[in-house]
């Protein structure tokens, strides 16, 4: 199925405002909740770690829910749009804690309003990736496809890792607490609006026609097609060690750049400089190297330059004073392994629909593009 030009960029433009949320909340939460509002870090590991295990039996469940779905939208649209303006709502109410809660009401708050950003989130992220494979065939279609919402999609979570620190005392209008408090509720307000226009543009720009009617199969079926799908399996593994990597960088880092390096406001030109990186490497290296080499050459080599940046980084526990260009020399490695990750894992998994068809007579885009959701929030 041939898809034009308006459909890509209508497509990735969604990828753009629905990963600026996720990369807002997945990079802050731990900092919003412990630093500024005061919760004790072990209290949100602990919440953390119990959403991640409902996720287990959310995301799949999702998968299920949008394979059997009829609508005259199709299977993925309403559920796009509707994931989208309620995520939206979620993630600033996430950030804009009333200001008189404090102990156990406050935990509650932060309980409730953290499941359904998780829950919410799951409702558009896994139809917006699973309909890749609906509306593309295997080949260069498919993979101009990904490269270009991959491309988005790492532009967006990468903005509020850079822009972030920088805006917040802006926002906020100084650099207290109570300030950064407001700056965050203020930030996640933009977020949210800018992610329910772009979902907008999405939808109304994606096809109606679908490769596959949905199905009558039970959810039973369909999760034993999943189990028989060993390429699947096999990616979701492949998915939770790159993601893993990514979010502990991005987490530990900030930490690093303050009692390290001592000076926080470095972490905003290192991820600047990361994020380059790996646009770079998603619009220019990628499409070049897949002239001259197939995915798992490129992905192979991928890994290999991300085990250099981790061991150089590593290193660095030796190094007398640490700085922001020791850090970068290695962070390079690191970008270009996470943008090509980013383009080939959502390539794969889309090839794992097709295989999977292959091998059980069963085409289950949302079940399989659900295990993505779920190994990523996992990482």
């Given at each position: 199925?041939?898809?034009?030009?308006?459909?890509?960029?209508?497509?990735?433009?969604?990828?753009?405002?629905?990963?600026?949320?996720?990369?807002?909340?997945?990079?802050?939460?731990?900092?919003?909740?412990?630093?500024?509002?005061?919760?004790?870090?072990?209290?949100?590991?602990?919440?953390?770690?119990?959403?991640?295990?409902?996720?287990?039996?959310?995301?799949?469940?999702?998968?299920?829910?949008?394979?059997?779905?009829?609508?005259?939208?199709?299977?993925?649209?309403?559920?796009?749009?509707?994931?989208?303006?309620?995520?939206?709502?979620?993630?600033?109410?996430?950030?804009?804690?009333?200001?008189?809660?404090?102990?156990?009401?406050?935990?509650?708050?932060?309980?409730?309003?953290?499941?359904?950003?998780?829950?919410?989130?799951?409702?558009?992220?896994?139809?917006?990736?699973?309909?890749?494979?609906?509306?593309?065939?295997?080949?260069?279609?498919?993979?101009?496809?990904?490269?270009?919402?991959?491309?988005?999609?790492?532009?967006?979570?990468?903005?509020?890792?850079?822009?972030?620190?920088?805006?917040?005392?802006?926002?906020?209008?100084?650099?207290?607490t109570e300030h950064y408090r407001k700056g965050f509720g203020m930030l996640a307000a933009v977020?949210?609006?800018?992610?329910?226009?772009?979902?907008?543009?999405?939808?109304?720009?994606?096809?109606?026609?679908?490769?596959?009617?949905?199905?009558?199969?039970?959810?039973?079926?369909?999760?034993?097609?999943?189990?028989?799908?060993?390429?699947?399996?096999?990616?979701?593994?492949?998915?939770?060690?790159?993601?893993?990597?990514?979010?502990m960088t991005t987490n530990l880092l900030l930490y690093m750049f303050q009692y390290d390096v001592?000076?926080?406001?470095?972490?905003?030109?290192?991820?600047?400089?990361?994020?380059?990186?790996?646009?770079?490497?998603?619009?220019?290296?990628?499409?070049?190297?897949?002239?001259?080499?197939?995915?798992?050459?490129?992905?192979?080599?991928?890994?290999?330059?991300?085990?250099?940046?981790?061991?150089?980084?590593?290193?660095?526990?030796?190094?007398?004073?640490?700085?922001?260009?020791?850090?970068?020399?290695?962070?390079?490695?690191?970008?270009?392994?996470?943008?090509?990750?980013?383009?080939?894992?959502?390539?794969?998994?889309?090839?794992?629909?097709?295989?999977?068809?292959?091998?059980?007579?069963?085409?289950?885009?949302?079940?399989?593009?659900?295990?993505?959701?779920?190994?990523?929030?996992?990482?």
């Open positions: 199925m041939n898809i034009s030009a308006k459909t890509k960029v209508s497509y990735a433009i969604g990828g753009l405002g629905k990963n600026l949320a996720y990369g807002f909340v997945a990079s802050y939460t731990l900092y919003y909740y412990n630093t500024i509002l005061g919760i004790s870090a072990s209290f949100v590991g602990i919440l953390l770690m119990v959403a991640r295990i409902f996720d287990a039996f959310n995301d799949p469940l999702m998968g299920v829910v949008v394979a059997k779905t009829r609508s005259r939208y199709g299977r993925y649209k309403p559920w796009i749009l509707s994931g989208a303006l309620l995520n939206a709502l979620v993630l600033y109410a996430m950030f804009e804690v009333p200001a008189g809660l404090n102990g156990s009401g406050l935990k509650a708050y932060v309980i409730i309003t953290y499941f359904l950003c998780g829950i919410t989130y799951t409702l558009s992220d896994i139809p917006y990736w699973s309909i890749i494979p609906a509306i593309t065939s295997a080949g260069s279609e498919r993979e101009s496809l990904s490269v270009f919402a991959r491309t988005c999609s790492g532009i967006g979570a990468a903005l509020p890792t850079v822009l972030t620190m920088s805006l917040i005392p802006i926002l906020g209008g100084g650099t207290d977020i949210a609006i800018f992610y329910v226009i772009t979902t907008i543009v999405t939808v109304r720009n994606l096809p109606n026609n679908e490769l596959e009617e949905p199905r009558n199969s039970s959810v039973k079926d369909l999760l034993n097609a999943l189990l028989k799908n060993d390429q699947a399996l096999n990616l979701a593994a492949i998915i939770i060690l790159f993601n893993s990597a990514i979010y001592g000076d926080e406001s470095q972490y905003t030109p290192f991820m600047l400089v990361s994020g380059l990186t790996q646009f770079a490497t998603m619009t220019v290296l990628y499409p070049f190297f897949r002239k001259k080499f197939s995915n798992r050459q490129i992905f192979s080599a991928a890994c290999i330059s991300g085990i250099i940046g981790y061991l150089g980084m590593t290193g660095l526990i030796f190094v007398t004073h640490m700085t922001l260009g020791k850090l970068l020399v290695w962070g390079v490695f690191i970008s270009l392994a996470n943008g090509i990750g980013y383009v080939l894992t959502t390539v794969f998994v889309a090839d794992a629909v097709d295989y999977g068809e292959s091998k059980t007579g069963q085409r289950e885009e949302s079940v399989v593009s659900s295990l993505q959701t779920l190994m990523v929030k996992l990482a």
